[in-house]
Protein backbone atom coordinates (compact mmCIF):
# COMPACT_ATOMS: atom_id res chain seq x y z
CA UNK A 1 0.00 0.00 0.00
CA UNK A 2 1.16 3.61 -0.60
CA UNK A 3 0.41 6.98 0.18
CA UNK A 4 1.03 9.82 -1.10
CA UNK A 5 1.75 12.72 0.72
CA UNK A 6 1.23 16.26 -0.84
CA UNK A 7 1.17 19.78 0.51
CA UNK A 8 4.68 21.00 0.97
CA UNK A 9 6.38 23.99 0.10
CA UNK A 10 8.38 27.52 1.00
CA UNK A 11 6.74 29.31 3.29
CA UNK A 12 7.98 32.19 5.49
CA UNK A 13 7.99 32.04 9.03
CA UNK A 14 4.51 32.66 10.61
CA UNK A 15 3.06 31.08 7.65
CA UNK A 16 0.33 28.28 7.05
CA UNK A 17 0.77 24.98 4.88
CA UNK A 18 -1.59 22.55 4.67
CA UNK A 19 -0.11 18.44 4.05
CA UNK A 20 -2.48 16.20 2.68
CA UNK A 21 -1.75 12.03 2.93
CA UNK A 22 -4.14 10.11 0.75
CA UNK A 23 -4.51 6.33 0.89
CA UNK A 24 -5.87 4.23 -1.39
CA UNK A 25 -9.85 3.05 -0.74
CA UNK A 26 -10.55 0.32 1.43
CA UNK A 27 -6.64 -0.44 1.91
CA UNK A 28 -7.16 0.24 5.44
CA UNK A 29 -10.37 -0.83 8.30
CA UNK A 30 -9.42 2.00 11.08
CA UNK A 31 -6.15 3.21 10.28
CA UNK A 32 -3.82 5.41 12.33
CA UNK A 33 -2.37 7.98 10.81
CA UNK A 34 0.60 9.23 11.84
CA UNK A 35 2.81 12.16 10.45
CA UNK A 36 6.79 12.18 11.26
CA UNK A 37 9.33 14.72 9.93
CA UNK A 38 13.29 14.46 9.56
CA UNK A 39 15.22 17.57 9.42
CA UNK A 40 18.64 16.95 7.78
CA UNK A 41 21.08 14.89 10.41
CA UNK A 42 18.62 14.47 12.60
CA UNK A 43 16.17 11.36 13.91
CA UNK A 44 12.53 11.04 12.49
CA UNK A 45 10.35 12.26 15.11
CA UNK A 46 6.92 12.27 15.78
CA UNK A 47 4.36 15.45 15.02
CA UNK A 48 0.99 13.68 15.41
CA UNK A 49 -1.71 10.97 14.79
CA UNK A 50 -5.02 10.56 14.14
CA UNK A 51 -5.70 7.38 16.20
CA UNK A 52 -8.36 4.55 15.11
CA UNK A 53 -9.94 6.15 11.79
CA UNK A 54 -11.13 9.28 14.24
CA UNK A 55 -11.08 8.84 17.77
CA UNK A 56 -8.43 10.70 19.51
CA UNK A 57 -5.78 13.05 17.72
CA UNK A 58 -2.43 13.17 19.38
CA UNK A 59 0.30 15.70 19.10
CA UNK A 60 4.20 16.65 19.38
CA UNK A 61 4.56 19.46 21.93
CA UNK A 62 6.37 21.50 19.96
CA UNK A 63 3.70 21.46 17.27
CA UNK A 64 0.59 21.78 20.08
CA UNK A 65 -1.28 24.47 19.49
CA UNK A 66 -0.33 25.09 15.53
CA UNK A 67 -0.84 22.21 13.74
CA UNK A 68 -4.36 20.33 13.48
CA UNK A 69 -4.70 16.97 11.96
CA UNK A 70 -8.29 15.72 10.61
CA UNK A 71 -9.88 13.42 7.74
CA UNK A 72 -11.75 14.57 5.30
CA UNK A 73 -15.49 13.50 4.67
CA UNK A 74 -14.25 11.11 1.87
CA UNK A 75 -12.04 9.43 4.95
CA UNK A 76 -9.24 8.36 2.46
CA UNK A 77 -7.10 11.47 2.82
CA UNK A 78 -5.78 12.81 6.29
CA UNK A 79 -4.46 16.07 5.91
CA UNK A 80 -2.24 18.46 8.78
CA UNK A 81 -2.91 21.81 8.90
CA UNK A 82 0.17 23.61 10.03
CA UNK A 83 -0.06 27.27 11.32
CA UNK A 84 2.43 29.91 12.52
CA UNK A 85 5.17 28.06 11.12
CA UNK A 86 8.36 28.01 12.42
CA UNK A 87 12.34 27.84 10.62
CA UNK A 88 12.63 24.98 13.25
CA UNK A 89 9.39 23.17 11.69
CA UNK A 90 11.47 23.00 8.48
CA UNK A 91 11.98 18.83 7.44
CA UNK A 92 10.94 15.89 4.92
CA UNK A 93 7.91 15.16 6.71
CA UNK A 94 5.78 11.82 6.41
CA UNK A 95 2.66 10.17 6.46
CA UNK A 96 2.46 6.83 8.13
CA UNK A 97 -0.14 4.16 8.59
CA UNK A 98 -1.16 1.09 10.59
CA UNK A 99 -4.33 -0.50 11.64
CA UNK A 100 -2.37 -2.26 14.27
CA UNK A 101 -0.09 -0.20 15.97
CA UNK A 102 -0.87 0.10 19.77
CA UNK A 103 -1.16 2.87 22.03
CA UNK A 104 2.22 2.60 23.31
CA UNK A 105 3.85 2.35 20.39
CA UNK A 106 2.17 4.56 17.61
CA UNK A 107 5.14 7.89 18.08
CA UNK A 108 7.73 5.05 17.04
CA UNK A 109 8.84 5.15 13.07
CA UNK A 110 9.28 1.33 13.65
CA UNK A 111 5.45 0.53 14.24
CA UNK A 112 4.54 1.76 10.84
CA UNK A 113 5.11 -0.22 7.64
CA UNK A 114 3.20 2.01 5.62
CA UNK A 115 4.68 5.42 4.44
CA UNK A 116 4.06 8.05 1.90
CA UNK A 117 6.84 9.45 0.00
CA UNK A 118 7.79 12.56 2.16
CA UNK A 119 7.39 16.38 1.14
CA UNK A 120 9.21 19.09 1.98
CA UNK A 121 8.52 21.53 4.27
CA UNK A 122 11.33 25.13 4.55
CA UNK A 123 10.54 27.84 7.32
CA UNK A 124 12.31 31.04 6.15
CA UNK A 125 13.36 33.40 9.14
Known amino acids: VQLQASGGGLVQAGGSLRLSCAAPEGAFSRPTITWFRQAPGKEREFVAALWRGNTNKYYADSVKGRFTISRDTTKTTVHLQMNSLKPEDSALYYC???????????????????WGQGTQVTVSS
Open 96 to 114: AASDRVILSSFRDPGSYNY
